[in-house]
């Protein structure tokens, strides 16, 4: 059974640098697109970044670009998340989910597996 688990959250202060990780079982990266996803209280689901099952393409949300970097290792089945000078702003629960095709996508309603979310929180 295809599942994806999330670690890697925590507190951190503004400036500060955490990596996410999810940990894929029941199917192997190079057949499935993964996102990584983000939801602040009060706010809907928004596309943080992704990674096309080839590895080849990536795509991120404007809000994180040149501060969050995505990628894969093959032998772990492990997709992570750095995330890198840190904002306030970047609080929500983040969650990484795999796509049924193999395009990298942005838009959370093309993903059909999701992870159960990890806490980041950015705070002074």
């Known amino acids: 059974q295809l599942q994806l688990v999330e670690s890697g959250g925590g507190l951190v202060q503004p400036g500060g640098s955490l990596r996410l990780s999810c940990a894929a079982s029941g199917f192997i990266l190079p057949y499935r697109a993964i996102g990584w996803f983000r939801q602040a209280p009060g706010k809907e689901r928004e596309g943080v970044s992704c990674?096309?099952?080839?590895?080849?393409?990536?795509n991120y949300a404007d809000s994180v670009k040149g501060r969050f970097t995505i990628s894969r290792d093959g032998a772990k089945n492990t997709v992570y998340l750095q995330m890198n000078s840190l904002k306030l702003e970047d609080t929500a629960i983040y969650y990484c989910a795999a796509a049924p095709g193999t395009s990298c996508s942005t838009d959370p309603s093309l993903y059909n597996y999701w992870g159960q979310g990890t806490q980041v929180t950015v705070s002074s």
């Open positions: 990674l096309s099952a080839s590895g080849a393409r990536t």
